[in-house]
């Protein structure tokens, strides 16, 4: 077991009393505020172009934060999202500034929730069929999200829209499609989930190391205040991660930059770090 581990956002040791702190990927207050079913409601995950499986929305948490995480902020956010789905529904009311923020704070806690679960070759409830490759989680993000980091939650990059695929919850996790397209192995560095809630569809990516620029499908609108729900658009299909596209920067001359040190002889070395070739 694996007891020791500490909590994945503020990194305390978890201790004993981790059975009580198990984290709901979907709580019921927010479930019931979104319209959704927790005891009888479906969960679709999807990987690739398939439905890998389906399972309760009750079975689905985790032992990933420690008690005092998981009963403090954790739940206070919980207790919040009411208000992002009143936002939803009205349909014509502007996204303000709080709420911005209440709603991007809980999209990157499941988020990293996923990363941990999916990302890391746990599992989460009774799914155990894993197909998709590792992530390299975005730990200094949850550690912006444990402290209340402004900066960090208001910049990372979070798309909304408005599924149209009748599902009561959905998620999909995994690799973005990347550029440069020969380097498929960066997906790793861009962790990368849509999460659905019946008709409210969101979209988190987390690029790390390298500069990038995101690509999203039209329909899908940056979560920003001043947002309003009504305009975003339908979007129709099952949600994959390789909907976002995450362009590196940079990344071909750091390639060749690691080329030309790896053929350089050790006086060249010399020469270029400052120290004396005679
Ligand atoms: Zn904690």
Redesign the pocket.
Known sequence: MSQSK???????E?GSNIRRSAEHLLSRPVARAFGIDRDNGEVSRFSGDRRNSTVRLNGLKRKS??????N?WMNQLEQAMPNVAAWFFAGDRSLDEGLNLTLRKWLLTRHLLLCEIDGNTANFGDVDELEEDYVVPPSSLARAV?EDTVDAIAGAPIALGRSSADLDFAWAFGHPAVRPEGRPQLGRFAATSGLTMREFQAWVTTPIIFDYEIYAPPELQLCVPGLRAEDLERRPGIPRSTDLTVAFRGVEETAAAIDRLASMSESEIRAISGGSTT
């Open positions: 500490p909590c994945m956002f503020c990194f305390a978890r934060v420690c008690v005092a995480c998981n403090g444990y």
